[in-house]
């Protein structure tokens, strides 16, 4: 779908942001762009767009240079959504929605219909909200509204440049939800930017962690935990993992008939819960002696999503 290859950008002939990358990039993949401030990969990002034009190399969108789409066919395939929602404060929400999709001489009663389909998507009701202006959303609905704009006109690709980062926590949670649920129904090819490695685990079916340009390591979060390619990626992770796990809040009740493959105390560290990301088996929690939940890979991903946002893992 997306293909980089040896793509490199540089500022004034001597500052290096994208360092020779290449990453193949799925079709209805959810591929999350993680690193430390300044890696390179809101650059990254940002190319596959045009937005900032590369220096070296080649991106292929359909085994197509992107230099070889005219500029409006390109972004036309692409939406985009920013950290700054960048709604027009005195346009409706429907004319918000409906920018592209006139752009593209879309007839008004296929705009209305699917301003309805979208903000149906994402839980607003078309009745109430899409007559509205912006200023009479929460900070968590406008960031709804700048999703669906972006898939408005059904675009192949949707590009999200940390759009969670400026809401506050409850808010940034649920639009995490969302947007997983929202994957499952139209499965588009998403590029996201975060800072934050909860999130990508969270959200990412691979992850991309960035330094210094380059790339470290594509994975799958649980690759990523349990085999690091490198000191970079076991350093950057280890915030993650260096907590004891709290499992009371993350572990599921016990199914009649479970039969365990191992045990670990409720008091565990990260440790021993290594092994279920590596066995991607149900783990018996126990107390006194006694079986008192269940433990999963999903419950420890979860763990790691949520932890930041109440400020126990710190961020970049």
Known sequence: MIRFEDVSKTYDDEHLVVDSLNLQIERGEFLVLVGPSGCGKTTTLKMIN???????GTIWLDDKRISDYPIHELRWQIGYVLQQIALFPHMTIEENIAVVPELKGWKKVQIQTRVTELLNMVGLDPAIYRHRKPNELSGGQQQRIGVVRALA????????DEPFSALDPISRVKLQDDILE??????????????????????????????????EQVATPQEILTQPASPFVREFTATAIARTFTIAEYME????????????????????????????????????GKY???????????????QSLEGVVPHD
């Open 182 to 215: 929202l994957q499952r129904a139209i499965q588009k090819t998403i590029v996201f930017v975060t800072h934050d490695l909860q999130e990508a685990f969270k959200l990412g079916d691979r992850v991309c962690i960035m330094n210094k340009g380059k790339i």
């Open 50 to 56: 045009r937005l900032i034009p590369l220096s070296n």
């Open 153 to 160: 006109a059904d675009p192949d690709i949707l590009l999200m």
């Open 253 to 288: 009740p016990i199914q009649e008939g479970f039969s365990p493959s191992f045990a670990i105390p409720l008091d565990s560290e990260w440790g021993p819960l290594v092994q279920i990301l590596e066995t991607n088996e149900h783990v018996a929690i126990e107390k006194n």
């Open 292 to 306: 008192v939940g269940v433990m999963t890979r999903e419950g420890i991903l979860r763990f790691l999503a949520e």
